[in-house]
């Protein structure tokens, strides 16, 4: 069955970097599309990012665009998020997310990060 678990996540200072990745199993990985969501205390949830399949393009939120790179490594089945400059706003559980060719949404643990002096 699909698993998806996240790790790296952690507290830093506001300006501090962290690097999450998602091991993904139970699908062919490189066929689909990859996702981060996030969901700060109390808000709903907030997508993040997006790589398609293969090394395909990417697209990110707003909030995040020029601080946070996505990035893959199929061969490990591997789904990065490097996050540069991390401000106290970005403080919330990370989730890796993936969808299959029904619709069905899949999604990991999660992840928490803190950004906090």
């Known amino acids: 069955q699909v698993q998806l678990v996240e790790s790296g996540g952690g507290l830093v200072q506001p300006g501090g970097s962290l690097r999450l990745s998602c091991a993904a199993s139970g699908f062919t990985f490189r066929k689909y599309a990859m996702s981060w969501v996030r969901q700060a205390p109390g808000k709903g949830l907030e997508w993040v990012s997006r790589?398609?399949?293969?090394?395909?393009?990417?697209y990110y939120a707003e909030s995040v665009r020029g601080r946070f790179t996505i990035s893959r490594d199929n061969a490990r089945n591997t789904v990065f998020l490097q996050m540069n400059r991390l401000k106290p706003k970005d403080t919330a559980h990370y989730y890796c997310?993936?969808?299959?060719?029904?619709?069905?949404?899949?999604w990991g643990q999660g992840t928490q990060v803190t950004v906090s002096s």
């Open positions: 997310n993936t969808r299959d060719t029904l619709g069905n949404g899949y």
């Open positions: 790589m398609n399949d293969g090394y395909g393009a990417t």
